[in-house]
């Protein structure tokens, strides 16, 4: 009952599977920590609500931590290239943080994921 | 008559298919890459060595007999003559990942080697193969060859080679993964 298939297509196809999963997960590029990641979650957030979020109203919030510290989390998610700015035409003044289209990429792979696991507990 | 009923010819088949894939992959990578060839054989970028990882994780020992099949015939069809350096390369190309693959079953004391295919392990499996292949064949050159120094200069851009090969061959599939998942089974 518990034995491994005899066939050697069946077993390759099920070793296929395996190494296709493992390759998904294989890291790519610089990760996120958590805090870069809360960051990204709540400019992405309002993003979706389509009320992009303004760097100063991204360094202000406070429950994520200080704004020199937030300005540091925005600058290096910009260099991770997981958001990018925009300024709208006539006011330059405020820049909007916007999702890039490697977050976009990301937040696929996320959903993604999450489907695989209600499938899985289905 | 169904293959499947013959697990026998199924193996040959897949070592068959394994020669091939990798004969036509040794020449792709020549093509592509020539100007990064350290020497014959030896290349910065060997992207074959990581057709052989992953035809030794999924295919066993039936993709091991189909590396050592396609090196046989890429060497042959450069110098149609057998000789004991082309004979020991292809087993040393083939077997190579093969032996390491149960080496490192055996030592994570493993029944099959599925668990072994994880992120970590699968990195670390490339690493340990690239240097053993390198560590195999320049032992072999040197116990065949009267001039030796120039044999032992190969080692570490066969080393190199292999290792980039195999994550760039990994990574391009990652790449393809990403963007076209495999179908995810309707468990109704």
Redesign the interface.
Known sequence: MFESPKSPLASAYLRFLQLAQSIQALPDGPTMDANETAMLEAVVLRWHEGQPMTVREAIGLAHLGSPATLHKRVTRLRHKDMLSTHSQDGDRRAKYLIPTERTLEYLSRMGHSLQTVQLDKA | MPL?RF?VL??GA?SVLSALLFYFFFQINHWLTEHLEHSQYINWLFLPGGLRV?LV????L?GAFGIVLGSWAVSFSEDPVWSWLMLGNGLISGLTPWLIMRWMMHSQDLR???PL???RR??GFVLVYALANALFHHLFWWVLSEDRWPQVQGFLPMTIGDAMGALVL??C??WT??RW??P?PD?R
């Open positions: 499947r697990p199924e193996a897949l992953l994780l999924v295919l066993g039936s099959t080697h599925l295919i994880t992120p699968l990195i990994l990574y599939l990652k993964l990403d998942p495999l995810t468990p």
